[in-house]
């Protein structure tokens, strides 16, 4: 089935704009237990065309890593940052806040792009946030700080998004990664900057609080 025709529209239908659990500062539409979207399974999900809503939830890394730039705006201020698998938009929107000059919002969902022009709105910072839909791996992009949350959940994906940072990083670019300790995560080539718990739902992370954590990749 094709998916629906208007993705804002969706996505105002069927979420709510909340704070962040632990960036309330920013707001984003997000699925609840108050809306139907979160009650519906990846067939059903299907059924209607739409892809895994990655875009609804406020993930334990990608709240972990706005927090952290939003405490530490030395990180993003003046920068050309990269938000990596943006997905809501939720630290592309930090980074705008701290200061950087210009964020690129990449995913691949076209709904992800919809979801991150409405919340970048929402919190004022849509001048400096272009949502972009390319794969940008394996790209050389002229920034100084790529930020990437909760990206390494699959082992194929994982050494893809290492490699492309590792290379980044060797031509002087700041890589910072937020995550609560997923399954490929390159721990061997991180320093931890910070740890922080994380209010999350059960059904997505199986815990109400998940110690999540901010790396900065190591030359």
């Known amino acids: 089935m094709r998916p629906p025709d208007d993705p804002a529209g969706f996505i105002r239908a ?8 632990h960036a309330p500062e920013i707001r984003l539409h997000v699925a609840d237990e108050a809306t139907a979207l979160w009650e519906k399974t990846e ?13 609804a939830f406020a993930w334990a890394g990608g709240q972990a890593l706005a927090r952290y730039i939003l405490d530490n705006p030395a ?78 959940y699959e082992r194929d994906l994982a050494e893809a998004v290492t490699a492309w940072l590792v290379a980044l990083q060797a031509r002087g670019v700041q890589v910072l990664i937020g995550d609560p300790g997923r399954t490929y995560l390159p721990r061997e080539r991180l320093t ?23 790396w900065r ?3």
Do not use: Q
């Open 217 to 219: 990749l190591r030359p």
């Open 75 to 152: 990180r993003a201020v003046g920068a050309r940052a990269i938000d990596f698998a943006s997905g809501s938009g939720l630290v592309a929107i930090a980074a705008a806040r701290a200061g950087a000059r210009h964020v690129t919002a990449s995913d691949l969902d076209p709904f992800a792009m919809a979801a991150i022009r409405l919340n970048a709105a929402a919190n004022g910072v849509a001048r400096v946030i272009e949502p972009v839909s390319e794969n940008l791996l394996g790209t050389d992009p002229a920034v100084d700080l790529v930020l990437a949350a909760d990206v390494f």
């Open 43 to 55: 067939a059903e999900l299907e059924a209607i065309g739409l892809p895994p809503p990655f875009w």
């Open 14 to 21: 069927n979420t709510r704009l909340l704070p962040v659990p």
């Open 192 to 214: 931890c900057l910070a740890t922080y718990a994380v209010p999350v739902s059960r059904s997505l992370e199986d815990a109400e609080i998940k110690n999540s954590h901010v």
